[in-house]
């Protein structure tokens, strides 16, 4: 059974009221019930890679052509542009959705050079302290105390969590800048023309259009867009599981294929990422130990071609 915790600071649940009632070493925060890991596990670390770990991103040009193409072919307007986005910006899936027309266009329709988001997941997290308290755990090394003292202390733990959680909705959030490329707005403006009607500002650029939801302003669902990329990835036999993330790692790779896999190149994706480390980028996009030893095999083709060394025979060795 998964141990309690309570969770004050705020990662994934919206507390907007501060309550905090104990029954059965549940923790009840306002509205949100947090009882194990299992369900509430979000640690609120800066890290892409138990999200993604098992997905692929695409790393052959002819293959991104064909995703494309796949979708176009089908009349699939929505998903080409989505596919299209997401490889250009490298955003989380839950940002990607979120994205309005009113992101990239002011309202008589001229582009914005340059737009920003705040990060779902980071906005959660950017500079908030990790405030969490095992429940379970406390009530196992208090066990001999009396219940009125394990209370006090309760209380204790529970105000020092809550002055916390305090802090942490203090802080403010965290910009991401974008800037927009060509080719985003080439789709975008494609797509906007496709639309039976003028969309506004404020609605979605992916909406769900599933049953009578195409004229409800919604955001297609995380599930939906990963179950379309995922069935793409399965019909045109690109051989990995691509999913939504592998979408998010397609634009880290290519950016470091582009710039020749360079330190800077590295420094500038962990920063867009939000990665705690460079180590924790490379494993992200998927730079294996083949990427690395071919790294090896390529420096020593580059100074091989400078330093020639002659044939040099055993008997010549020991003479010398």
Not at 31 to 57: H, L, R
Not at 197 to 209: A, G, H, T, V
Request: charged share 30%.
């Amino acid at each position: 059974m998964a141990e309690a915790l309570i969770y004050l600071s705020g990662c994934e649940p919206n507390y907007s009221n501060n309550k905090i009632i104990t029954m059965d070493k549940k923790v009840f925060v306002g509205d949100c019930i947090i009882d194990g890991v299992e369900d509430n596990g979000f640690y609120c670390d800066d890290e892409d890679i138990a999200a993604g770990q098992t997905m692929e991103p695409i790393k052959k040009l002819e293959d991104i052509s064909r995703m494309y193409d796949y979708f176009m072919s089908r009349n699939k307007f929505r998903d080409a542009v989505m596919f299209t986005v997401a490889i250009n910006i490298g955003l989380r899936v839950s940002d990607l959705l979120e994205l309005k027309f009113g992101t990239f266009y002011r309202a008589d329709w001229s582009k914005k050079i340059q737009t920003y988001i705040i990060e779902q997941k980071t906005k959660n997290t950017k500079g908030r302290s990790k405030n969490f308290f095992n429940a379970d755990k406390f009530y196992r090394e208090h066990a001999d105390l009396p219940e009125e003292e394990q209370l006090r202390l309760f209380m204790l733990k529970a105000k020092e969590a809550r002055n916390t959680y305090i802090k942490n909705t203090e802080k403010k959030y965290v910009k991401r800048y974008i800037k927009v490329n060509d080719l985003i707005y080439e789709a975008l403006d494609a797509y906007r023309n496709s639309l039976f009607k003028e969309p506004q500002m404020s609605d979605y650029l992916f909406r769900d259009e599933s049953r009578n939801c195409t004229t409800e302003n919604k955001p297609l669902s995380r599930k939906s867009a990963w179950n379309i990329f995922e069935k793409a990835s399965k019909d045109l036999n690109l051989g990995i599981k691509l999913g939504t993330h592998g979408l998010r790692k397609t634009f880290g790779y290519h950016m470091m294929s582009i710039n020749n896999n360079s330190h800077e190149a590295l420094y500038t994706l962990q920063k867009i990422f939000g990665h705690s480390s460079p180590e924790v980028t490379l494993r992200y996009i998927g730079i294996t130990r083949e990427n690395i030893d071919r790294a090896y095999d390529d420096v020593g083709k580059h100074f091989g071609e400078v330093i020639v060394y002659p044939s040099i025979g055993k008997w010549q060795i020991q003479a010398g």
